[in-house]
Nanobody, 115 residues
Framework: VQLVESGGGLVQAGGSLRLSCAASGNIGAINGFGWFRQAPVKDREFAAQITWRDGRTYYAESVRGRFSISKDAAKNTVFLQMNSLKPEDTAVYYC?????????WGQGTQVTVSS
């Protein structure tokens, strides 16, 4: 399976961005999609996840209330709506998909929030 992310960019603090992640290729049974992020000189950290069957969502404490993850099952696509962005949200955002066969990652998309 291949994941293609889009929607990253440069935004001022307080602004919004919407990331997309589309899966294609030999897609098996999907359990869920999610996003991690990695800031410079920091470890990759979990941001948000959505289960495919029932749409349950999970968020890191640092983004809860500001970020919203959603899905378009017909297009095997997941979205991350990011509002009230802060400079500390600056990172490369990586999409992943969990299938019964394992996890696959996208190439990452840069999000930069200026103060």
């Amino acid at each position: 399976v291949q994941l293609v992310e889009s929607g990253g960019g440069l935004v001022q603090a307080g602004g919004s961005l919407r990331l997309s992640c589309a899966a294609s290729g030999n897609i098996g049974a999907i359990n869920g999609f999610g996003w991690f992020r990695q800031a410079p000189v920091k470890d990759r950290e979990f941001a948000a996840q959505i289960t495919w069957r029932d749409g349950r969502t999970y968020y890191a404490e640092s983004v809860r209330g500001r970020f919203s993850i959603s899905k378009d099952a017909a297009k095997n696509t997941v979205f991350l709506q990011m509002n009230s962005l802060k400079p500390e949200d600056t990172a490369v955002y990586y999409c992943y998909v969990d299938e019964t066969t394992g996890r696959s990652w996208g190439q990452g998309t840069q999000v930069t929030v200026s103060s």
